[in-house]
């Protein structure tokens, strides 16, 4: 997918255009006309040549890159480099007095460029370490690697209620699922926290298999998972959780030195959205209607024993 500059990075995109204008103002602010021979082409087409690049390298993150932290650092520092480079670049036509305080300034953007410039790379750096893992997932539009949860890669809880607003703000019907794995705890008290973290990976993969490119999975905590489906009735809602639900319960999850698979069942709640929900709402009844179907399932447990 690209990005379109004006629209996903709005905000970066004017800052960059702000920081080029504001350059050629102070230039033309205290700077005098050079005669056209003291004019140095070769300087020009050096000066104008670095400017050019510089403002390529943004356009290029600018339409490579989601909003997030790291293409802020980067286009950030990229802008503050051009903004020295367009100084510069201008001194070749404007000529500035000695000892005004824009001659004695105009090399410190750069280095600050340079040291933003750098967080973003180490920033990026990090990020790609999860997307390694996440390579195959679907994201929303935000990309922001502290919200992916290590072991199986899929966007924490944070990230789902930040989509959740803004899907909720789109007035189309949306679905929001619940399914928490039954008796994990057992299964890491008998097997180990490093098998119960590749289940939770594998189980992971599943969900991810068996759901929409438009729907969103998150895991929400320790073995409850959640999936947002946008543009959804609650009939397909429905059908998309007994998939799930059924992928799970199919599902020969084969233990370190084990001789049999161990099958999963999950408990599994569904809601949807109503007129005026608030994702705080809406995830708050998701809970509740868990809660109700975990003390469902106990009772009727009680009741058969
Ligand atoms: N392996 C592993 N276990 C985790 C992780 N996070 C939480 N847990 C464990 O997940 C378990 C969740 O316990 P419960 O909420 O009681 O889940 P449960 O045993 O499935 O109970 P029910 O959902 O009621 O069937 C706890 O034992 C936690 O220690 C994790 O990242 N990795």
Known sequence: MRFNPFIHHRFLTNAVIALFVSAFILSAYDGERKALADISWLDIVGEGGIVMMTLTWIFALLISRPPGK????LVLGLGLFMFSASLDLFDEWLHQPTNTWLSLIESLPAPIGMVFTSLGLYQWHQEQFVLNRQLKRREAMHREHELVCSITGLYKADYLQTVLKEQLNESQPLQLAAIDIRGFADFNAEFGFIEGDRLLREVSELMIMNCRLTDV???YAGDCFMVLMP???????????AQISSALSHCAFKVEGEKHAKFQHATVALVGSEQGDTAHCLSARLHAALQQQKQHRVS??????
Do not use: P
Not at 70 to 73: M, R, W
Not at 231 to 241: D, I, M
């Open 300 to 305: 009727h447990c009680e009741a058969v024993s």
């Open 231 to 241: 543009n959804t009735t609650a009939l397909q809602g429905k059908e998309l959780v």
């Open 217 to 219: 999975v998150c895991r």
């Open 70 to 73: 790291v293409t802020c650092f």
